[in-house]
């Protein structure tokens, strides 16, 4: 992967996540947030806000970022990670789609 600078947004969502800061997280995403996590769908913060729960800093979850490269369209975002926590442990890939600063999409693949 490319070093493409990462977005504020993307450090944001990291960042967060290690540090177990679950009102940070999820002020990194707009309202009308979508978050796909291997077809499991979840819909604005609220939304964002129980993934987080259940499956991210609920689970202790931390990230190692390889690399971040630009995706193919504007404001998109491919960050390939290493996840560790009680959780999920493994390799991933991150697509972000980002709006006005904030991750409008999210998605694991």
């Known amino acids: 992967m490319s070093d493409t600078a990462m977005p504020d947004a993307i450090r944001a969502?990291?960042?967060t996540t290690d540090a177990g800061?679950?009102?940070g997280f999820v002020a990194a995403f707009t309202e009308d947030a979508y978050?796909?996590?291997w077809g499991r769908e979840f819909h604005g913060r609220d939304g964002v806000a129980?993934?987080?729960e259940t499956d991210n800093i609920g689970r202790n979850a931390h990230f190692e970022?390889?690399?971040i490269r630009e995706g193919r369209k504007p404001e998109q975002y491919l960050v390939n990670?290493?996840?560790t926590g009680d959780g999920y442990?493994?390799?991933g890939l991150f697509t972000f789609d980002l709006r006005d600063g904030l991750i409008a999409r999210f998605?694991?693949?």
Do not use: Q, R, Y
């Open 21 to 23: 800061d679950s009102e």
């Open 13 to 15: 969502f990291v960042d």
């Open 89 to 91: 442990n493994g390799p």
């Open 81 to 83: 990670v290493t996840v």
């Open 107 to 109: 998605l694991i693949a």
């Open 35 to 37: 978050l796909n996590d």
């Open 50 to 52: 129980s993934w987080n």
């Open 65 to 67: 970022v390889h690399g």
